[in-house]
């Protein structure tokens, strides 16, 4: 694959309140915020569960990272749908790899961001 430099990618999940609670059994994460329902009856979802949804178009891309920021600026619950939009903002071609940059925004289904980040790493030929 041929990445420039401008690219855009995008996913799009909707959470469940099984997936939350066995992202806790998987991670340990099982705060009471994940594990007890709010005030409308639902479950917050942890912060690397949410992350996660990116890692889906990483994995398209067969994308290595080596360091990964995120800033989770509002809280995503059981039933809400996020879309991660993921910009390249570097490609590199080297000798039998590429060396990659990009940004990304998710936000929810009412279109409000809940994280941004960058990542930079490799993708081999």
């Given amino acids: 694959m041929s990445l420039k430099v401008g690219d855009v990618f995008d996913y799009q999940k909707t959470f469940t309140e099984q997936e939350i609670l066995q992202f806790g ?41 080596r360091e990964m920021v995120s ?30 940059a990009m940004k990304s925004v998710y936000r929810n289904q009412h279109g409000k961001a809940v994280l941004v980040g960058k990542s930079y790493g490799i993708i081999r030929d």
């Fill in 71 to 100: 800033e989770f600026i509002r809280p995503v619950f059981s039933g809400d749908t996020i879309a991660c939009e993921l910009t390249i903002t570097k490609a590199d071609k080297k000798e039998g790899f590429t060396e990659v």
């Fill in 25 to 65: 059994e998987l991670t340990g994460d099982r705060g009471n915020h994940h594990i007890e329902r709010d005030s409308q009856g639902k479950f917050m979802a942890q912060g690397l569960l949410t992350a996660s949804v990116g890692t889906k178009i990483g994995g398209d891309l067969n994308y290595i990272a």
